[in-house]
């Protein structure tokens, strides 16, 4: 199946993407106004399922016995003026951790302000791309790249960029509902 995700145009990939972002923040919107506690279960179903999306696309493969590491950043962006292909893997790499920013942007840490949610949703992201990618160089499944990690990252700050949106979803709906 990410086979088949993997082979639709690039337009069309990054469009879904942007609709998907849309669509999650009028959900968050709409549930916030129903209750927090339903917000929270959407939330905890929707980090797992985006792990384990994450798990099956990275982790779970035939080995390949490479056992490499290249730790110079931004390192695909020379290698894609030859080979056009690295700008569709860096986009699916970006691509497939999207999911997992969205999702902890619906969880509700009260106790956390904005900031101090953001910097947890970075630090898990990096410290779960370095994990996976540790496991590839590890277990011979594929190369320990900086560029994948920045990627990942990237992704989940593409899809935390719900969070914003879903507050300016529910200060618009408050206004109109309250002020007009």
Not at 53 to 75: D, H, K, W
Not at 96 to 107: C, E, H, N, R, S
Not at 128 to 138: F, G, N, P, V
Request: charged share 10%; glycine share 4%.
């Amino acid at each position: 199946m990410l086979l088949l995700f993997y082979r639709l145009p690039l337009w069309f990939v990054i469009l879904g993407t942007a609709v998907v972002i849309v669509i999650s923040g009028k959900i968050k919107a709409h549930l916030y106004r129903k209750s927090i506690n339903k917000i929270n279960f959407v939330a905890y179903i929707g980090l797992f399922l985006s792990l384990a999306l994450i798990f099956i696309a990275t982790i779970i493969r035939n080995p390949s016995n490479i056992y490499e590491i290249q730790l110079i950043p931004l390192q695909s962006l020379i290698h894609a003026q030859t080979q056009p292909e690295m700008y569709r893997t860096m986009l699916m790499n970006i691509v497939l951790f999207v999911p997992m920013g969205i999702t902890v942007t619906f969880i509700n840490f009260r106790r956390f302000s904005v900031k101090k949610h953001f910097l947890v949703t970075v630090l898990s992201s990096l410290i779960l791309s370095i994990s996976i990618e540790l496991y590839q160089y590890a277990n011979g499944i594929g190369l320990f790249q900086t560029d994948d990690v920045i990627c990942n990252v990237l992704g989940v700050l593409i899809g935390f960029s719900t969070y914003p949106l879903s507050n300016y979803f529910l200060k618009s709906f408050l206004k109109s509902k309250y002020f007009d």
